[in-house]
């Protein structure tokens, strides 16, 4: 499959060459589902349409458990 792709290595593979099942009979393809994500754009803080920031910004290496309030 990966050769068949136009890929060298199973990494290689991105949400775009992949098709799925969206409802019934939806295909979509996976950046649709999983859209792009710039590197460093947790850190840098922009382009964050989807609230990864927000769920970055309450980790903690400190513990596993919530932040007080999180559901």
Avoid: C, N
Wanted: no cysteine; proline share 10%; hydrophobic share 35%.
């Amino acid at each position: 499959m990966t050769g068949a792709a136009g890929l060298s290595r199973p990494g290689d593979f991105l949400p775009h060459h992949l098709m799925m099942r969206e409802k019934d009979r939806e295909m979509v393809t996976g950046a649709d589902v999983y859209p792009y994500l710039p590197d460093g754009f947790l850190i840098d803080g922009k382009g964050d349409d989807f609230g990864y920031a927000l769920r970055w910004q309450r980790a903690s290496t400190d513990s596993f458990d919530p932040p007080p309030g999180a559901v």
